[in-house]
């Protein structure tokens, strides 16, 4: 059912207000955790894109049993920060 989720147009927690992309898959694929503690759970395009946006984020230790968690690393390698600012 979650894997519909972004098919039904809702949003993860993770996306940023400002960046309008889709959501992609399930919408609690992953959490990023930030240098100051906060933990924001989405999907793997939004999730990948905080990661590559967040000085010092990375993947709650828990993300190694998500079969999304490699994804997310790799998707988030290829992005610059702030992707939805500059148009990626
Ligand atoms: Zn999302």
């Known amino acids: 059912m979650r894997q519909h989720d972004a098919e039904q147009g809702k ?3 993770a996306a940023d207000a400002k960046d309008l992309t889709p ?3 399930p919408l609690m ?3 990023v955790l930030t ?3 906060k933990e924001m759970t ?3 395009a939004h ?3 905080q990661l590559a946006s967040l000085p010092q984020a990375r993947l709650h230790p828990l993300c ?3 079969p999304w968690a490699v994804g997310v690393y790799a998707r988030a390698a290829t992005l610059p920060p702030s992707a939805w600012e500059v148009g990626c």
């Open 23 to 25: 959501c992609e898959g």
């Open 42 to 44: 989405g999907c793997v």
């Open 35 to 37: 240098a100051d503690g």
């Open 64 to 66: 190694c049993l998500s």
């Open 29 to 31: 694929a992953v959490t």
């Open 11 to 13: 949003r993860c927690g």
């Open 47 to 49: 999730s990948a894109r």
